[in-house]
Nanobody, 116 residues
Framework: QVQLVESGGGLVQPGGSLRLSCAASGFTFSNYAMSWYRQAPGKGRDLVATITTSGGRTYYGDSVKDRFTISRDNAKYTVYLQMNSLKPEDTAVYYC?????????WGQGTQVTVSS
């Protein structure tokens, strides 16, 4: 069955860094665009970053441009989100998403808390 398992979240001080990973299984990873979304308490789920199937193109939300980097390793069935210069407003549950045509899969999320 399809699984997306996020890891790497935690508590970090403002200005710090974290690297999230999402391990995929149960589908042909290289056929799917991959994205990271986040949801802060009391707010909707927002798109953070997207990477195309080959990794040749990426997209970032305005609030994370120049601070976050999305990448993927198709051989390892894994997508990453490198987060630098973290701010308190980056605090949220981060979700991994795989999408292709009508197919859309979600992970269970990993908590990122930015606080001193």
């Amino acid at each position: 069955q399809v699984q997306l398992v996020e890891s790497g979240g935690g508590l970090v001080q403002p200005g710090g860094s974290l690297r999230l990973s999402c391990a995929a299984s149960g589908f042909t990873f290289s056929n799917y665009a991959m994205s990271w979304y986040r949801q802060a308490p009391g707010k909707g789920r927002d798109l953070v970053a997207t990477i195309t199937t080959s990794g040749g193109r990426t997209y970032y939300g305005d609030s994370v441009k120049d601070r976050f980097t999305i990448s993927r390793d198709n051989a390892k069935y894994t997508v990453y989100l490198q987060m630098n210069s973290l701010k308190p407003e980056d605090t949220a549950v981060y979700y991994c998403n795989a999408h292709r045509s009508l197919f859309n899969y979600w992970g269970q999320g990993t908590q990122v808390t930015v606080s001193s």
